[in-house]
T-cell receptor
Framework: GAGVSQSPSNKVTEKGKDVELRCDPISGHTALYWYRQSLGQGLEFLIYFQGNSAPDKSGLPSDRFSAERTGGSVSTLTIQRTQQEDSAVYLC?????????????FGPGTRLTVT | AQSVSQHNHHVILSEAASLELGCNYSYGGTVNLFWYVQYPGQHLQLLLKYFSGDPLVKGIKGFEAEFIKSKFSFNLRKPSVQWSDTAEYFCAVNAKGGSYIPTFGRGTSLIVHP
C-alpha cells in the first residue's frame, strides 16, 4: 500500500517568507509526527498529533512554527518568516497508534533551504 | 526527560567485518526501543524493535540488538557486514508511561567498503 508522502520534496525560499510543508500519512494511522533533521544531528521532535486529541506542540522551536491536521489525516507544517537556521530536512511519520507502542513509518522528507 | 546517546558517529568497515553500534539511553523506567536505518536516498525505516520479552531481538538483513537493562543499552550488531549496509543508523527510545514521543539519537553513519 501507499506509504507516507510529503510535498514538496525540495523547497528553496528567501529569508522572511512563509512556507507550508505537507504530509499525507498512511491511511488508518491515527498518530502523526513532525521531525526536523539537520546535518549531523538526530531527529528533533517538533509536534505530535494523536487522533482527535490536542496536539503535543512541545517541540516547536518558536512561535513561527505551527501545524495542523485536518480530518485526522493530512497535516501541514507552516513556518512563518523563515530564517536561515530553519534550513533542514523536515520529516513526517505516522503510526498505527500512539503511546510509542507502534513503529513509525517515515516519509521521504522535505528539504528546506532558506537563502 | 529521556535522552539517547549514540557514541559512534562515523564507522568505516570492510565487508565481512563485524559491526556493533552503541546506543545508551537515560530513563529509569520501562522503555520501548527501536533501531531505524536510512539507506542513501531512501526513507527512514524500522530495522528492529524491543517492547518486552527476550532481550535479544532479531531484525531484518541479519541485524540483531540486545537490550541490557542494567546498562541502559540497546546495541546493534551484525556479524558480517555487506557493502549494502552502508547507511545511517538511528537508535530511538520511548518511555512507557512517560512521553509517548520517541527520542532519537544523533545517528551513526556506517560506510562499508567492498
Amino acid at each position: 500500500g501507499a506509504g507516507v508522502s510529503q510535498s514538496p520534496s525540495n523547497k528553496v525560499t528567501e529569508k522572511g517568507k512563509d512556507v507550508e510543508l505537507r504530509c499525507d500519512p498512511i491511511s488508518g494511522h491515527t498518530a502523526l509526527y513532525w521531525y526536523r533533521q539537520s546535518l549531523g544531528q538526530g531527529l528533533e521532535f517538533l509536534i505530535y498529533f494523536q487522533g482527535n486529541s490536542a496536539p503535543d506542540k512541545s517541540g516547536l522551536p518558536s512561535d513561527r512554527f505551527s501545524a495542523e491536521r485536518t480530518g485526522g489525516s493530512v497535516s501541514t507544517l507552516t513556518i512563518q518568516r523563515t530564517q536561515q537556521e530553519d534550513s533542514a530536512v523536515y520529516l513526517c511519520a505516522s503510526s498505527l497508534g500512539g503511546l510509542g507502542s507502534y513503529e513509525q513509518y517515515f516519509g521521504p522528507g522535505t528539504r528546506l533551504t532558506v537563502t | 526527560a529521556q535522552s539517547v546517546s549514540q557514541h559512534n558517529h562515523h564507522v568505516i568497515l570492510s565487508e565481512a567485518a563485524s559491526l556493533e553500534l552503541g546506543c545508551n539511553y537515560s530513563y529509569g523506567g520501562t522503555v520501548n526501543l527501536f533501531w531505524y536505518v536510512q539507506y542513501p536516498g531512501q526513507h527512514l525505516q524500522l530495522l528492529l524493535k524491543y517492547f518486552s520479552g527476550d532481550p535479544l531481538v532479531k531484525g531484518i538483513k541479519g541485524f540483531e540488538a540486545e537490550f541490557i537493562k542494567s546498562k541502559f543499552s540497546f546495541n546493534l550488531r551484525k556479524p558480517s557486514v555487506q557493502w549494502s549496509d552502508t547507511a545511517e543508523y538511528f537508535c530511538a527510545v520511548n518511555a512507557k508511561g512517560g512521553s509517548y514521543i520517541p527520542t532519537f539519537g544523533r545517528g551513526t553513519s556506517l560506510i562499508v567498503h567492498p
